[in-house]
């Protein structure tokens, strides 16, 4: 007897599991349908409360008659394993008998197996785990990355959403363009032009999932395995694991007051085969690199024949000055690999980034590309146009950009009224975080940890080394913490540290 039941959650009416049947096997058939049941249900492949096929939809499907299921069920359903209810028909019971749990450990015991060699990649080892980071898990004050969700235009979006689900016609279930909507990558090269200082156009902005992909297709089109690539030092750990990913080797260069110590990383390693740089807004030290480091290290590529790599993933939010514009903007040897993305300035599940590439390159990206994932998909890529082109999209950052400068002059306040100079602020005057350091005795992971039954989302600042901390501090978003609740939670963080 064959027997296959998928794995589900709570399947809706139509889908059903595979059950397989021998009409050859000496069982009967109400017995083999009761057995597949049974196992699934004792192995978890069938969940309580999970509705199950009708008698008449299964015989259907098996192409026997209905006693055999009706027999089966009946079984199933004295036993306990299933349950009626009015108006839902059939489902796993959400009350099993405790003999269940007894059975699901013997049988667990009787099909344990010995298991043969499980290897997998090197490129995979060489990644720290992130599950066992208390302060990764969760959502609350100070979380990195968070928005403020509550003051997302809701309506105007569903609106658009609506508009497109209405308009919806058999080309819109089609692969799209491998670099994105035509649509939305002129709209975009039209922002980044007048809001970035960005040189391109529509035919070099490959739409992609997020900087995070856009960083994977980059490192997979510039870089070889053996690769030298400089990183900021404290930097951006999920692109220096892209970069491992690809077998390069990292350089892990210096941050000060004015972004990447150029002259240092040419010293150390002048022959690099790539830079990546946060310019507009470093993260997490938040600094902004200066005009003199920006033109020493496109003359460094140019004349060394290295890549740039820039991302500009919150440039929009800034404080106490006009934007910065782009670094790539200076770049008259196109040398600069430009990428950006929706997830700060809207909301992360968007999962909509793009990447601006060198004329002569877009080829190789786009080969490159499909294998991954073949191209975006479409659905949000039209909304998203539609947000940016009726104004929606430019109005929404304003706002926000006075939010969350409230936010942020708020938290500053709070922690030098509670704190005083006891901790150092840097890169408070642009994007949605900004790092306290804090005396180098301090243990910031173990007080991460501790925050979290807090309500603290605290990001130690000593996870962003490659090599050994020289600071101690955390990286503290201000984007979902209200201006009302600041006051009670710089003081839950004030309480933490001082109990140290």
Not at 309 to 338: C, T, W
Not at 368 to 384: A, E, Y
Request: hydrophobic share 40%.
């Amino acid at each position: 007897m064959t027997i296959m039941i998928f794995e589900m959650r709570r399947v809706p009416t139509g889908i059903m599991p595979i059950v397989g049947i021998d009409r050859k096997a000496p069982q009967a058939l109400h017995k083999q349908i009761y057995d597949a049941y049974r196992v699934a249900i004792l192995n978890h492949s069938l969940r309580a409360g999970q509705r199950i096929p009708s008698t008449r939809t299964l015989a259907s499907d098996l192409g026997i008659s209905r006693i055999p299921v009706l027999n089966a069920y009946a079984q199933l359903l004295a036993e306990g394993y299933f349950e009626s209810r009015v108006g839902a028909g059939t489902c796993v019971s959400t009350s099993l008998p405790d003999q269940i749990a007894r059975a699901d450990s013997s049988m667990r015991r009787a099909v344990k197996t010995r298991s043969g060699p499980r290897p997998v990649s090197r490129r995979s080892t060489l990644l720290r785990p992130l599950g066992t980071a208390p302060w990764l898990r969760g959502w609350g004050a100070f979380g990195v990355s968070q928005v403020a969700y509550e003051h997302f235009p809701f309506q105007i979006w569903s609106s658009l959403v609506n508009r497109h689900t209405r308009n919806m016609g058999p080309k819109s279930l089609d692969y799209g363009d491998p670099m994105g909507s035509k649509d939305l990558r002129e709209t975009i090269a039209t922002y980044l032009r007048t809001a970035r200082g960005v040189r391109c156009n529509a035919e070099q902005i490959m739409i992609v999932s997020g900087s995070q992909q856009a960083l994977e297709v980059t490192a997979r089109v510039l870089l070889d395995p053996g690769n030298w690539v400089w990183v900021e030092e404290p930097g951006y750990r999920f692109a220096r694991d892209v970069f491992l990913m690809n077998g390069c080797k990292l350089v892990p260069v210096p941050v000060d007051y004015e972004g990447l110590n150029v002259a240092w990383g040419i010293k150390r390693n002048r022959k690099a085969r790539a830079a990546f740089v946060s310019p507009s807004h470093q993260y997490p030290l938040g600094a902004t690199m200066s005009a003199s480091r920006r033109l020493q290290l496109l003359d460094w590529a140019q004349n060394s024949g290295a890549w740039i790599i820039e991302d500009d993933y919150d440039s929009e939010y800034r404080y106490e000055s006009m934007p910065i514009p782009s670094l790539q903007g200076l770049d008259s040897n196109a040398r600069v690999i430009y990428i950006g993305t929706f997830s700060k300035v809207l909301f992360p599940s968007l999962r909509l980034g793009y990447i601006v590439i060198p004329p002569d390159l877009v080829d190789r990206f786009t080969a490159v590309r499909i294998p991954m994932d073949i191209g975006p998909p479409d659905f949000h890529q039209r909304i998203l146009t539609d947000f940016i082109k009726e104004g929606h999209f430019s109005r929404h950052i304003r706002r926000m950009r006075l939010l969350y400068n409230e936010r942020r002059a708020t938290l500053i306040e709070c922690i030098r009224e509670e704190l005083g100079f006891a901790v150092d602020i840097v890169g408070g005057q642009a994007g949605m975080h900004l790092s306290v350091t804090v005396s180098k005795t301090t243990n910031d992971r173990k007080i991460a940890a501790r925050a979290v039954e807090e309500g603290l989302w605290l990001l130690p600042l000593s996870t962003s080394y490659l090599g050994e901390a020289s600071r101690q501090g955390f990286i503290l978003g201000f984007g979902s913490t209200s201006v009302k609740e600041m006051p009670q939670k710089v003081r839950k963080f004030r309480d933490l540290l001082n109990s140290a």
